[in-house]
């Protein structure tokens, strides 16, 4: 560790003394140079009021800063990172400075190759998406060798060698990959001018992990199996992939040896103020790590999309949806339409309309005989026929949004939330079967009034209504912004509805920042709640914490 | 139009898909291995500590259980499983889950080794995989790094009965190899067959999701030493040099002396486990 922390150090030495020599360009035509940069730190204060543990070290801070440098068809670059200490609800093993991530790519008659760390995406995600997420934790990045070829106008060919990142460290398994992707209309000349536009794609990616277990017979080399297809004409749209996986007992399905599967179809019509989405998914014990034993957030080798909504709001976003890599049934369907502006219904300057709707279900699960329960390591685990839902609904969420400006000067946008959430399935709680469904009525109105000299005032007003869990909120929040350089905001979340008195808690904050170009600061001061952050159906668990925050962000 | 040759090859390279499929294992079965000789052995050899995390509200845990019993038949005696009822799914619920298995040393290594899920469990308290703490399909794995392991110590364990319900414990250590650093030993008290209600998952043989006559083993009882360990030595051991300590406790009225064991271990400052054992109290 501390031999890769020192060449780490060295390395950016290195790169920083080239880039010091500032007009780089001037250095060498042609040379492109750009990066950016974040840090995230946090000042902790005791708070025993909301559970807000007591942090020794005071000062957690997640930092990154990605530089990169291209000349001609040669690009390399850089990820440096630290976690001085990690902040509270981030893994403990990110803790310490290095960089994790670094390559160099360069493309010569249509071949892309990469080597070092890298990213990819098969179609939706279904056997390899390799990303980062900072604000989960998250990054899975393959350190390996990848190209990309365009033998022909039309076909893409992909391939990928290499070892996932685990903190500061590697995973144990090796994973390899491989795509192809047919745009028939580029294909094939009879096509091109078709306003049938279809493509396909074939993907197929495997992981290798040493059987080192005393119990159980394991597959050493595991695969999945993709195939989709786009088509689209005009405003319709339909894009569905299939993907099916070999054996592959693990933590996360407790050492089952049931081959996995899962199924995505969307289909979209858009023209102008009318846009309709209806999806459908099936997952049936499709998690793909390159660790059979990696549990949380580490090492997924594949992404399966959540189909519900992404909230932005701090109450419509409270409970949300976690995708269940074990079994899951679910759809989502949303409607947008304008309403004409100097209409009767549209108003003076027209309305937009947004009603969403989503549900995920169980997956019907029967035992292989009558002595094995459904689910017992060591054996195929059960059976599944592929349409039958389970008797457990998981999440529920049904919204309309609407969207106003009333003057010139004054616009609103309101949203209605009924929500059905299933706490021991998304969460993981063991509440009884009384307490563990959460159902929530939540309301939000999000006012902006732009006032004279480039300034604007926009306030909030949200309220959740539950008889569950912690009970109802209310929450406001003012914001005053002065373009293009300050704003300032106060607000507070009221868990008045709670059933311990005692726990009826203001959570206020106080937050400014200050743009400059591409440079931002960010200064608050508050309580954060417990809870889960959620992005794409992947959570992270976020603690109870109070004291000063600071955000910094540049790019260049 | 392409070429015969360019079609042939773009079919050829589409193919590479297909390709990674077909290097998966198709595992036939029975998929659970047939346990071979168990590390029953009169010879001093590196054994292993499973600590396992659990909670009797703690549907999954059953299955941590199953799975320590099952690595029982394989490595026998080798292996000494010490179960912390310890965080949220070992809080006393209304009856029947109102008992407490919770101990002050449960909840203080519950806490150091920052444990938020159950079932959950170290072995040997050593990481693998850049973890320490494992879940259950990782634990088999994990123990195989100690199979080919010379043991740093012996451990020799004795106890009497004294009055009443009152013991005495002699413990020997004795470095088999130079050993350099500092090193603490730990005594613990666990007790088998305790027939208490369990939470499970497994609805098809417990439809309501309760056992209400599970028997929970090695229950992480009290400590004989503070559960940080007591000081053995400074900066080094000698081959063959030995550290004698003995102790006296006395048992609960509630626990049952016959399934009570004493477990002892050596650890070195970072806490790992470098040698185990297990004795029936008499």
């Known amino acids: 560790m501390k031999a890769i922390v020192r060449k780490s150090i060295g390395v950016l030495i290195a790169v920083l003394c080239i880039t010091q020599y500032g007009h780089t360009q001037d250095l060498l035509p042609g040379l492109r140079v750009w990066g950016n940069f974040q840090v995230d730190a946090q000042y902790y204060m005791s708070d025993t009021l909301i559970d807000a543990p007591d942090v020794p070290e005071k000062i957690g801070m997640n930092a990154f800063a990605n530089l990169n440098l291209a000349y001609e068809n040669l690009t390399i670059g850089f990820r440096y990172e630290s976690y001085q200490l990690p902040l509270q609800g981030f893994d403990s093993r990110f803790r310490g400075s290095g960089i994790p991530y670094r390559f160099a790519s360069w493309t010569q008659d249509n071949l892309e190759i990469t080597v070092g760390n890298f990213y990819d995406q098969y179609g939706n995600g279904l056997v390899l998406r390799s990303y980062v997420e900072p604000n989960l934790g998250l990054d899975n990045s393959l350190d390996g060798v990848r190209m990309l070829y365009r033998p022909v106008e039309g076909i893409t060919l992909r391939t990928l060698i290499g070892d996932q990142r685990l903190y500061f460290d590697k995973g144990p398994g090796i994973v390899r990959g491989a795509d192809a992707e047919a745009n028939l209309n580029q294909l094939l000349p009879a096509l091109a001018e078709s306003p049938n536009q279809l493509t396909l794609g074939l993907s197929g990616v495997s992981k290798f992990q040493r059987d080192q277990d005393p119990l159980f017979n394991l597959p050493e080399n595991v695969a999945a199996f993709a195939g989709r297809l786009n088509y689209s004409r005009g405003a319709f749209n339909i894009n569905t ?17 049931k081959y996995g599967e899962a199924l995505v179809m969307s289909a979209s019509y858009s023209v102008s103020g009318f846009g309709l989405l209806l999806s459908g998914k099936r997952i049936d014990n499709m998690g793909f790590r390159s660790n059979r034993n990696a549990v949380a957030n580490d090492l997924h080798i594949n992404y399966l999309p959540a189909m519900t909504r992404q909230h932005v709001y701090s109450l419509t976003g409270m409970y949300p949806y976690a995708t269940q890599p074990n079994g899951e049934m679910g759809a989502l369907a949303e409607l947008t339409f304008r309403l004409p502006r100097q209409s009767l219904l549209g108003g003076p300057y027209g309305t937009t309309i947004v009603v969403n709707t989503s549900v995920a279900n169980s997956i ?22 592929f349409f039958a839902l389970g008797d457990e609904k998981y999440f529920q969420d049904f919204n309309v949004e609407i969207n106003r400006r009333f003057t010139r000067n004054l616009r609103g946008s309101f949203t209605y939330m009924n929500l059905y959430y299933n706490q021991n399935v998304i969460e993981g709680k063991q509440l009884p079967d009384e307490d563990k469904i959460v159902k929530a009525h939540i309301f939000v109105a999000d006012m902006t009034l732009r006032l004279p000299n480039r300034q604007s005032l926009r306030w909030e007003l949200q309220h959740l209504a539950t008889q569950q869990d912690k009970g109802s909120w209310a929450m406001a929040l003012l914001e005053y912004n002065r373009a293009p350089h300050w704003f300032f905001a106060l607000s507070n979340q009221y868990n008045y509805g709670n059933d311990d008195s005692d726990k009826r808690i203001h959570y206020f904050m106080v937050n400014a920042g200050y743009s400059q170009n591409a440079n931002r600061f960010s200064l608050g001061w508050g309580r954060q709640r417990a809870g889960i952050v959620c992005i794409g159906g992947v959570c992270r668990v976020v603690p109870a914490s109070y004291g000063f925050t600071l955000s910094v962000t540049s790019s260049f | 139009m392409m070429s015969r040759k360019k079609i042939a090859t773009v ?48 549907p999954n845990c059953p299955q941590g259980a199953q799975m320590a019993k099952l690595l029982k038949s394989v490595y026998g005696d080798r292996l000494v499983t010490v179960s912390i009822h310890a965080g949220f799914f070992s809080n006393p619920l209304s009856s029947p889950f109102n008992y407490d298995f919770r101990t002050p040393e449960g909840n203080a290594l519950n806490a150091h080794f920052g444990v938020v899920q159950n079932p959950t469990g170290m072995v040997n308290r050593t990481e693998f995989e850049g973890s320490r703490l494992l879940s259950p399909a990782a634990w088999g794995s994990a123990m195989t790094v100690f199979e080919d392991m010379d043991p740093g110590f012996a451990l020799r364990l004795s106890a009497s009965k004294g009055s009443a319900a009152s013991y005495s414990l002699a413990v020997e250590v004795e470095a088999l190899q130079e050993m350099q650093g500092d090193f603490y030993l730990v005594a613990v008290i666990i007790e088998d067959g305790i027939i208490k209600p369990q939470k499970t998952d497994d609805l098809v043989n417990h439809p309501t999701g309760e056992i209400l006559d599970y028997e929970h083993n090695h229950v992480l009882r009290t400590g004989i030493t503070g559960i940080w360990g007591e000081k053995l030595n400074e900066n080094s051991m000698d081959v063959g040099q030995k550290v004698a300590k003995s102790y006296t406790f006395t048992l609960n009225s509630q626990w049952v002396p016959e399934n009570c064991s004493v477990v002892a271990y050596v650890m070195n400052p970072q806490m790992e486990i470098l040698q185990v054992e297990e004795l029936k109290l008499p």
Not at chain 1, 241 to 257: G, V
Not at chain 2, 34 to 57: A, M, S
Request: aromatic share 10%; net charge negative.
């Open chain 2, 11 to 58: 079919l050829l390279l589409l193919a590479l898909p297909v390709l990674v499929f077909w290097g998966c294992d198709k595992i036939e079965e029975p998929y659970m291995k047939q346990p071979g000789e168990n590390g029953n052995t009169e010879e001093v050899v590196r054994k292993i500590l499973l600590e396992e995390f659990t909670g009797h509200r703690c």
């Open chain 1, 364 to 385: 019907l699960r029967e035992a292989l005989n009558d002595t094995l329960p459904v689910g017992q390591p060591g054996t195929d685990g059960y059976t599944s026929a």
């Open chain 1, 241 to 257: 992939e299939y993907a099916w996986k070999s054996q592959d007992p693990s933590a996360e399905n407790r050492m089952i040896y």
